[in-house]
């Protein structure tokens, strides 16, 4: 069986560890940076990437999670997750390096704030109907290289994106009862498994 992590230093973690194990996989929650020996994919869960970044430091996540990715092993970043992952954060300020996997450039809170959440049906590549997207002080990527897959917009803004063994989205997949987001990414992280 395919093993999932979630990264669990913050951030919005049970909810994914509910949509993986519907998807048929094992669900572990990730707070040790051994823990990803024995993983085929993880999760970067929503939540606030200041805190994230800083934790992910002081925990000793950064190496290891990029050896994870060079290994060509699935990450999947969601909103706080998707800036993390990216390359180039417009105006970032913070002293702490970031992942910075993802040749995208994201933008921090592009929707608004807290109280300007929203529920979106988007088109996906990959899914056959709409999915209902949840945008929580939502970040969107404001440009991609060749490399890089656009699978969605939102009012002409990328909010989904693929690039090999990596995928972002800007919104909370986790937070509706339609369990293809993850299911997206548990055949990724299937297909990586059986490609090593
Ligand atoms: N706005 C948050 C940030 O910049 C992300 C919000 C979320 O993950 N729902 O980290």
Redesign the pocket.
Known sequence: MVKIGVLALQ??VSEHLHHIEKCGAEAVSVKKPEQLDDLDGLIL????????RKLMLKYGFLEPIRAFAKKGKALFG??????ILAKDIEGDTEEEESLGLMDVKVR??SFGRQVDSFEAGLDITGLDAPFPAI?????HILSVNDHVEVLSTCDDRIVAVRQGNLLATSF?PELTDDYRMIGLFVDMAREAKVKA
């Open positions: 951030g919005a869960p929503g939540g606030e990437s200041t805190t994230i969601t909103c706080a997750g998707m800036i921090r809170n945008f929580i002080r939502a970040p909370h």
